[in-house]
Structure formats: structure tokens, C-alpha cells
């Protein structure tokens, strides 16, 4: 099961017990990604600080 149909199955259980949430506003993200995403981020910096040095 993928993330949005994950959400959204999470939305139609809530919804059920009275629960408002908003699958499109409320996803959760993938913490692994998210680091992922900043550690290429911090060695693009890094391999620019390199390059202009050298």
C-alpha cells in the first residue's frame, strides 16, 4: 500500500468514528526521504564549496 492510498483509507476509518481528516492537507511524508533530501542537499553545498576552491 502506497502512501496516498494509505491516507486515504486512513481518512475514510476516521471519518467513520467522527474523526475529520483531510487526506490531501494532513499526508504523512516519508521521514526516510526527507533525509535522504537534505543529505543531498548539505554534499551539493559541500562539493560547490569544494569545487570553488580548487
Do not use: G, P, T
Amino acid at each position: 500500500m502506497n502512501n496516498n492510498v494509505f491516507v486515504q483509507e486512513l481518512e475514510k476509518k476516521l471519518n467513520e468514528i467522527n474523526i475529520k481528516w483531510d487526506s490531501e492537507s494532513l499526508r504523512f511524508r516519508c521521514f526516510n526521504h526527507i533525509l535522504n533530501l537534505v543529505a543531498q542537499a548539505a554534499l551539493d553545498n559541500i562539493n560547490e564549496e569544494v569545487d570553488s576552491q580548487a
